[in-house]
Nanobody, 122 residues
Framework: QVQLVESGGGLVQAGGNLRLSCAAS????????MGWFRQAPGKEREFVAT????????YYADSVKGRFTISRDNAKNTVYLQMNSLKPGDTAVYYC???????????????WGQGTQVTVSS
């Protein structure tokens, strides 16, 4: 099992930027695809972005494509989510996740962090 701890959430105005970080420990980080998911109040958790174990491939939800960037630093066991041009609709709890499967299948993510709140005010 891999342990994941998110940080970097907060309150930001619409149009602003935030960077989330996720520190991993336990199961070999570099062998895992990593991803970010989010859950807004009253809604189901949804896929945001994923990245392959090497960092060479990424996959984004249409709603964030062009605004969010996922990256990873395997030497630091950390994955990031740079969020630009934030909108009120991005308000949610953001979760970091890990998978021993392909980055391109969000359903395979089975290790989760505790989440970090992102609130975008209009």
């Amino acid at each position: 099992q891999v342990q994941l701890v998110e940080s970097g959430g907060g309150l930001v105005q619409a149009g602003g930027n935030l960077r989330l970080s996720c520190a991993a420990s336990g199961r070999t980080f570099s062998r895992n695809a990593m991803g970010w998911f989010r859950q807004a109040p009253g809604k189901e958790r949804e896929f945001v972005a994923t990245i392959s174990w090497s960092g060479g491939s990424t996959y984004y939800a249409d709603s964030v494509k062009g605004r969010f960037t996922i990256s990873r630093d395997n030497a630091k066991n950390t994955v990031y989510l740079q969020m630009n041009s934030l909108k009120p609709g991005d308000t949610a709890v953001y979760y970091c996740a890990a998978s021993r499967g392909s980055y391109s299948d969000p359903r395979r993510f089975d290790s989760w962090g505790q989440g970090t709140q992102v609130t975008v005010s209009s």
